[in-house]
């Protein structure tokens, strides 16, 4: 075994016994409930960063289905006009119905 090894060794064994010696501390139930509430706290905000992420997705889907919908009314629309693409622009800035 190292020289440095052994030290650490020593340094442990000094430790436990050290902390073997000391009594416990005296908690109050006043000290226990309020570091409980502390954890439920801060563990009900982790909870809420942690719903953000599922918000975006829901909200992505939403925004990609709704996107798909309007694309496919152009698509059907721009069929029924018998245009290219284009005319979609054309007819929208002309007549004022569809404004």
């Known amino acids: 075994m190292r020289p440095s090894e052994e030290r650490i060794e020593r340094l442990e064994r000094a430790l436990k016994r050290a902390h ?3 009594d416990p501390p005296e908690l109050s139930s006043n000290w226990v409930y309020s570091v ?4 439920r706290r ?3 905000a982790a909870r ?4 953000i992420p ?3 997705w829901r909200a992505a889907t939403v925004v990609v289905f709704l ?7 152009v698509m059907v629309w721009n069929v029924e006009l018998d245009g290219p ?3 979609f622009f054309n007819e929208a800035t002309v ?3 569809l404004l």
């Not at 409980?36 to 954890?39: I, K, L, Y």
């Not at 996107?67 to 009314?73: D, K, Y």
């Open 20 to 22: 073997n010696l000391e």
């Open 85 to 87: 693409f284009a005319s």
């Open 54 to 56: 599922w918000l975006v």
């Open 48 to 51: 809420v960063t942690t719903e």
């Open 36 to 39: 409980m509430c502390d954890v």
């Open 42 to 44: 801060q563990a009900r």
């Open 67 to 73: 996107s798909m919908v309007v694309v496919g009314s």
């Open 95 to 97: 007549d004022p119905i």
